[in-house]
């Protein structure tokens, strides 16, 4: 079945500064990717998502990519802003799973002072 | 758009009694719902995924007869822990999806239960 990598675990950036989270998934198959933001209490928030058949997709701080061959994809934050401090999960999802999708185990994104 | 609730938001219950949690879709009719269950500092755990009418479909290891979930309606599914044990004790997280074309999953905000 799917598995889906996801790295660091732990970020920290200083504000200003970018933020990059990467993961990695195994089956071929999948071709949608959502980033989801879950701060403290709360349920995760979709935050921006990537179908296989684009690149790249960008809303303001935020940029994703992907490389199919690779079976990587990426989230970019720029500017970072202390509201951003979180725990952000990728996930991978394909037809041929009835769309379960598959979490990452998550990077804890610390935006120091 | 696509705003899921859940409802309670937290539950403190004695061990033995049954716990019920409703997720609602708001603004949208959701054919397919999802729970799932999230230790402290843990990825979300999928438990089980409700479809309207039908009967829901469980992960490998979770318990049907544990957690019972019920879809009556397109902007309702209920998910019920029987017995509650303090290893029951997690946050329980519902999704729903809007549009039957897409997988994307908006989540509710999900539900701490406490077993005591």
């Known amino acids: 079945g799917e598995n889906v990598e996801q790295h660091p675990s732990t970020l920290s950036v200083q504000e200003g500064d970018s933020a990059v989270i990467k993961c990695t998934y195994s089956?071929?198959?999948?071709?949608?990717f959502p980033w989801y933001k879950q701060e403290l209490g709360k349920g995760p928030q979709l935050i921006i998502d990537?179908?296989?058949?684009?690149g790249e997709k960008k809303d303001q701080r935020i940029a994703v990519t992907l490389n199919k061959t690779a079976k990587h994809f990426s989230l970019h934050i720029t500017e970072t802003q202390p509201e951003d401090s979180a725990v952000y999960f990728c996930?991978?999802?394909?037809?041929?799973?009835?769309?379960?999708?598959?979490f990452g185990k998550g990077t804890r994104l610390h935006i120091l002072p | 758009g696509a705003v899921v609730s859940q409802h309670p938001s937290r539950v403190i219950c004695k061990s033995g009694t049954s716990v019920k949690i409703e997720c609602r879709s708001l603004?949208?009719?959701?054919?397919?719902m999802f729970w799932y269950r999230q230790f402290p500092k843990k990825s979300l755990m999928l438990m089980a995924t409700?479809?309207?009418?039908?009967?829901?479909?469980?992960e490998q290891g979770v318990e049907k007869d544990k957690f019972l979930i019920n879809h009556a309606s397109l902007t309702l599914s209920t998910l019920t822990v029987t017995s509650a044990h303090p290893e029951d004790s997690s946050f329980y997280i519902c999704?729903?999806?809007?549009?039957?074309?897409?997988?994307?999953?908006?989540f509710g905000p999900g539900t701490r239960l406490t077993v005591l």
């Open positions: 999704s729903a999806i809007s549009d039957p074309s897409t997988d994307t999953q908006y």
């Open positions: 089956d071929s198959a999948s071709n949608y």
């Open positions: 990537i179908r296989s058949n684009v």
């Open positions: 996930a991978a999802s394909g037809w041929n799973r009835d769309d379960k999708i598959i």
């Open positions: 603004d949208f009719q959701a054919t397919t």
């Open positions: 409700s479809n309207e009418g039908s009967k829901a479909t469980y």
